[in-house]
Structure formats: structure tokens, C-alpha cells
């Protein structure tokens, strides 16, 4: 046999179509519902979250008109009331909310089918007093990071996390 003849361009389109169906095999067979090794997502989990936070998923974010420009007071925590004086605030402007416990939390957030998700910024100062504050800023966070059901009734917006803790502001401002 010639070596001439191993390179027709035939051969040369064999070997190439070769080579995609090896690196398609590899990379199905990368993701083929094995579990991810350490530092690494599942795919559909990470397909998961970007749906879950990207615009570009639902198209422009539009607010809903019950809390665009709104300011919220914090009236309830786990169903008790807050006491004369605590004034813990939560409000939206556009696809922005910021939210006034000890520290000043803000960020964007996402607001799909009752869901509202958002990852909060926030200043780092402590708060002895009153008891409990600081677990409770924790909490609306740590909810809201990891989604929380939302719904407004009248002039009574109420968050509730997946542990049950449940956010009840009523609006100062429409």
C-alpha cells in the first residue's frame, strides 16, 4: 500500500467524524447522571439555579405594582408581634430590595410563581439587644437565599421561608 493513499480525503473525513463521535462519548458520558466529584454541581442542578436567577430565562423583569417603590415594616416574626419601637423595614425598588434589621441587607432579587429569591449584601455590625435580632436578620437572609414564598393581601406583605419561619411586614408606603 502507498502512504499516498492513507491520505485521500476520504480517510481525512473518516478520521475526522471519528474523532467527534469520541469526544461526543466522552462528554456524554461525563454527565450521564454520575455523581459530580468534589467542588462540582450535578448539571441539573446547576441548570436548576440558573433558572431560577437568570433574566435573561424570563425576559425583562417587570415588579409587581403591589410593592414597587413600597417600604414594608416588620410586624410579626414567627407569628409574634413586634414590639413598640422595632422598626425593621423591607423595601423594592424595581428589581432592587433592601431590607433594615441591625445591618442594612440590599440586593436584587427574583420574584417567579410566589417565589422570591435573593442574595443579600449586608454591612457586618453586631446587635446585642433586643435578644434574638441577629438570629432573626440571619434567618430572612438565609431565606431568601434560598427562596421563600411571598404574598401580598391587602397592605400586608408576608415571606415564609422553607423552615417555616415566616416574615410579616405591613406596608408604610404606597
Request: proline fraction near 5%.
Amino acid at each position: 500500500m502507498n502512504p499516498k493513499d492513507i491520505f485521500t480525503e476520504r480517510n481525512i473525513i473518516y478520521a475526522a467524524a471519528a474523532v467527534v463521535v469520541i469526544l461526543l462519548i466522552v462528554l456524554m458520558s461525563s454527565s450521564s447522571g454520575k455523581p459530580a466529584s468534589k467542588g462540582e454541581r450535578p448539571v441539573d442542578e446547576a441548570i436548576k439555579e440558573v433558572d431560577l436567577v437568570s433574566v435573561e430565562t424570563w425576559g425583562p423583569y417587570v415588579p409587581p405594582v403591589e410593592i414597587d417603590g413600597v417600604t414594608f415594616k416588620l410586624a410579626s416574626y414567627k407569628n409574634s408581634p413586634m414590639a413598640e419601637g422595632e422598626d425593621y423595614t423591607l423595601s423594592f425598588s424595581g428589581a432592587s430590595l433592601s431590607a433594615k434589621f441591625c445591618n442594612q441587607m440590599s440586593g436584587t432579587f427574583v420574584l417567579l410563581d410566589g417565589v422570591i429569591r435573593s442574595d443579600l449584601a449586608s454591612t457586618k455590625m453586631f446587635c446585642g439587644a433586643p435578644a434574638g435580632l441577629m438570629s432573626m436578620e440571619a434567618s430572612f437572609g438565609s431565606m431568601l437565599s434560598a427562596g421563600a414564598s411571598f404574598y401580598v393581601e391587602g397592605d400586608v406583605l408576608t415571606i415564609r421561608g422553607p423552615e417555616g419561619e415566616k416574615f410579616a411586614f405591613k406596608a408604610l408606603s404606597r
